[in-house]
């Protein structure tokens, strides 16, 4: 699994475009990027899932550049129900059963 | 939308005490899993479960864990003997083929004292 790293923490604004960069330089060639979200005191969330440009839900938006050494999470308008940790994992989707490693993610608190 | 299941939301146990931890995962999920967050920490990989038997486990998952299916519904985490140090959430996962969209349940919330 490639290692990532993104900020420990972001404050935002209700209304506010946030953007949650995740770094993975050594990402391999069959490794996908997917992001979790969680609220406090809930299992994590399959929120968005890419593999190279851009992929885009009715949650978010992952851009991911053409080396595929990073990554951004992009939540348009948040509000205040969007605070919670998101995290970034990389790894080959087509592995069987893979079990899903989680750092220590990005704490969002969005204020009114 | 079909959710996975877990029972008790809170438990609470004397150390030295075994508890079991159920889940009921998605019917059409193949792959199981057992995670846990201590307060304020990362969520933790324990075990995974397929096919009737475990496929991985880390280091945490050492002998006083176990994990079985008993009747092709349920999904349960014993441990044995349990330590202050045992106190966390656990959630329970399931996948329903390979990938990385694994559903978690709203996890149990166990307190050792």
Same mark, same amino acid.
């Given at each position: 699994?490639?290692?990532?790293?993104?900020?420990?923490?972001m404050?935002?604004?209700?209304?506010?475009?946030?953007?949650?960069?995740?770094?993975?330089?050594?990402?391999? #060639?069959?490794?996908?990027?997917?992001?979790?979200?969680?609220f406090?005191?809930?299992?994590?969330?399959?929120?968005?899932?890419?593999?190279?440009?851009?992929?885009?839900?009715?949650?978010?938006?992952? &851009?991911?550049?053409?080396?595929?050494?990073?990554?951004?999470?992009? /939540?348009?308008?948040?509000?205040?129900?969007?605070?919670?940790?998101?995290?970034?994992?990389?790894?080959?989707?087509?592995?069987?059963?893979?079990?899903?490693?989680?750092?220590?993610?990005? #704490?969002?608190?969005?204020?009114? | 939308?079909?959710?996975?299941?877990?029972?008790?939301?809170?438990?609470?146990?004397?150390?030295?005490q075994?508890?079991?931890?159920?889940?009921?995962?998605?019917?059409?999920?193949?792959?199981?899993?057992?995670?846990?967050?201590?307060?304020?920490?990362?969520?933790? &990989?324990?075990?995974?479960?397929?096919?009737?038997?475990?496929? @991985?486990?880390?280091?945490?998952?050492?002998?006083?864990?176990?994990? @079985?299916?008993?009747?092709?519904?349920?999904?349960? /985490?014993?441990?044995?003997?349990?330590?202050?140090?045992?106190?966390?959430?656990? &959630?329970?996962?399931?996948?329903?083929?390979?990938?990385? @969209?694994?559903?978690?349940?709203?996890?149990?919330? /166990?307190?050792?004292t």
């Open positions: 699994l490639a290692k990532t790293t993104q900020p420990i923490s404050d935002s604004y209700e209304g506010q475009e946030v953007n949650i960069t995740c770094s993975h330089n050594n990402i391999a #060639t069959n490794d996908y990027i997917t992001w979790y979200q969680q406090p005191s809930q299992g994590p969330r399959f929120i968005i899932q890419g593999y190279k440009t851009k992929v885009t839900n009715e949650v978010a938006s992952l &851009f991911i550049p053409a080396d595929r050494k990073s990554s951004t999470l992009s /939540l348009p308008r948040v509000s205040l129900s969007d605070t919670a940790v998101y995290y970034c994992l990389v790894g080959d989707i087509n592995q069987a059963g893979t079990a899903l490693i989680f750092g220590k993610g990005t #704490t969002l608190s969005v204020s009114s | 939308e079909p959710e996975v299941t877990q029972t008790p939301s809170h438990q609470v146990t004397q150390m030295g075994e508890v079991i931890l159920r889940c009921v995962p998605i019917s059409n999920h193949l792959y199981f899993y057992w995670y846990r967050q201590i307060l304020g920490q990362k969520v933790e &990989f324990l075990v995974s479960f397929y096919n009737n038997e475990i496929s @991985e486990k880390s280091e945490i998952f050492d002998d006083q864990f176990s994990v @079985e299916r008993p009747d092709g519904s349920n999904f349960t /985490l014993k441990i044995r003997s349990t330590k202050l140090e045992d106190s966390a959430m656990y &959630f329970c996962a399931g996948l329903k083929r390979k990938g990385y @969209e694994q559903y978690f349940g709203p996890g149990t919330r /166990l307190t050792v």
